[in-house]
């Protein structure tokens, strides 16, 4: 079972910017979509930026233009770079992977989740 842990949350102020990480236990192989989801208090979890496996990425039109979503392959880590934060950017931030198929929307999808890491973007 892949074991994921998101890094990299805190506390900054709008405009900001901030890099969430997230680290898998072992190598899911890169035949994989990994995703980054969030949850702001009171509302659903909703998908913000996907990777797959060739490196194609999509993005939430919410966060597009200034969230980049990355991995590195050889570290068994992704990345979720966050610039132009703004105060509906808070929320808990999960990292997500779907082993073997592509890329969904749908959280459900999504085989082996992290534990989160809080992002607060105030002034």
């Known amino acids: 079972e892949v074991q994921l842990v998101e890094s990299g949350g805190g506390l900054v102020q709008p405009g900001g910017s901030l890099r969430l990480s997230c680290a898998a236990s072992?190598?899911?192989?890169?035949?994989?979509?990994m995703g980054w989801f969030r949850q702001a208090p009171g509302k659903e979890r909703e998908g913000v930026a996907l990777?797959?496996?060739?490196?194609?990425?999509g993005y939430s039109l919410s966060v597009k233009g200034r969230f980049s979503i990355s991995k590195d392959n050889a570290k068994n880590t992704g990345y979720l770079q966050m610039d132009r934060l703004n105060p509906q950017d808070t929320a808990m931030y999960y990292c997500?992977?779907?082993?073997?198929?592509?890329?969904?929307?749908?959280?459900?999808?999504?085989?082996?989740w992290g534990q989160g890491t809080q992002v607060t973007v105030s002034a």
């Open positions: 997500a992977i779907r082993l073997y198929s592509g890329c969904s929307w749908s959280k459900g999808d999504f085989d082996y």
């Open positions: 990777i797959n496996g060739a490196g194609g990425t």
């Open positions: 072992e190598n899911p192989y890169n035949d994989y979509c």
